[in-house]
Structure formats: C-alpha cells, structure tokens
C-alpha cells in the first residue's frame, strides 16, 4: 500500500509538474505571436506614413492591391479622412485642426497629441476601446495582402496610431543628435505606437517607435 500511495503520488507530482510546463510554453508562445503580429503592424504603419504600397510603389488604388488608400487635400478632412502632412505645416493644420476637437484627437489611426493619454494602452479597458475605434489595421491603409487564413489574430486583434508631432527644425538639438532631426521641408515627427492581442485574455504586446522623413543624398 506504501509503494502504491508513493507512486500515485510521484505520478501525480509529474503530471502537474508537465501541466505547469505546458502552461508556461503556451504563454510564451501566445507572447511572441503578439510580439510579431505588432512589428507587422509597426511596418505597416511606415508604409502608411510613406504612401506606400508593401512593395514601395506609391499607393495607388487597383494596381492588384486590396484596401483603400488614403485621401489627400484640403477636403479630406472635411469627409472624415485624416493624412499624413508631406508637404509642411500649412497641410498639416486642415488636420490638426479637425483631430485637435475629438476626443480622443484621433481618426483612423491619424492622432495629434491634444487628447491622447500618454500610455493610453495602460487605461482602464473602457477607454482603451475607445482608442481601438480610432485605431488603423493591418493593411487597412496600405493594401498589405490579408492574412486573415494564416494569422488571423493580426487582422482582428491588431491596431496601430500614429501620432503627428510638429517638430521645431530651427531649436539646437542635443550634441549627436543632429541628424535625427527631421527635414525643414516636412518638420514632424511620428510617433507609432502598436498594440497586439494573443488567444489569451490577459496577453498583450506593445511597441513604440519613431519615424521622420530625411533625404537621402544622392
């Protein structure tokens, strides 16, 4: 009876030992498919910035690429199409203007900092779903192909915001950090910020970047 009683028990001890294993592998995996699925998103953004396609050519409709591209001039704003400024201030403030009056000042992923929470991903839930109702998708703006079959979780539990920070080209930059200074031409820089769900309630991977636009020399 001994030998059974300390054999039941040492059976018992390993399948909970390998359930706890099996525990841990499955969240650091769920951790890493979120980690992914937000670089994904951070890259797509770029494009987004950039008016781009996923293949570099200017993002144009039709030319076999699924999703919209987005609207530029003076009207879009006014049909409820934020962009991204390419061509100085005076495009940026239609769009400041109109995002500055939300709350919070987002609109399809465009935000400027007047009401956006900093760290707003650590807000109670309620109010991070409101920020997801302003949030762009994977693809949503670039025509990135879907992959909704193979990943799903990148196209319904993924959202990116990019936020539009005018950036003052004749203040002196810290010693080294002169050539991060975005271009006079376009003077703004983007603050992309990603946020990825896994399977698993509690998983949740965020990630935060900076992007401007500089010339290249040719």
């Known amino acids: 009876m001994v030998m059974v009683l300390l054999a039941t028990l040492l059976a018992v001890g390993a399948a909970r030992t390998a359930w706890f294993n099996e525990l841990i592998t499955g969240t650091d995996v769920d951790h890493q498919r979120a980690f992914e699925n937000a670089q994904a998103l951070l890259r797509d953004a770029e494009f987004d910035i950039q008016g781009r396609h996923p293949n570099g ?90 992959m909704q079959a193979s990943n799903p979780l990148l196209m319904t539990k993924g959202w ?23 271009d006079p031409e376009n003077p703004f820089v983007f603050r992309i910020t990603t946020l990825a769900e896994g399977r698993k309630p509690t998983t949740r991977a965020v990630l935060q970047t900076l992007f401007v636009w500089k010339k290249v020399d040719s």
């Open 57 to 146: 050519a200017p993002c144009r409709e039709g030319a076999g690429f699924e999703g919209s591209c987005r609207a530029r001039g003076m009207q879009a704003p006014a049909a409820g199409q934020p962009w991204f400024p390419q061509e100085g201030r005076a495009e940026f403030e239609p769009v400041h203007a109109w995002l500055g009056s939300r709350s919070p000042s987002c609109a399809q992923g465009i935000c400027v900092a007047d009401q956006v929470m900093p760290e707003f991903w650590r807000q109670p839930k309620g109010e991070l779903d409101k920020m997801k109702s302003f949030a762009a998708r994977y693809g949503e703006f670039t025509g990135a192909p879907s």
């Open 160 to 182: 990116y915001w990019v936020e539009v920070l005018p950036f003052d080209t004749h203040a002196p930059a810290p010693a080294g950090a002169e050539v991060l200074a975005p």
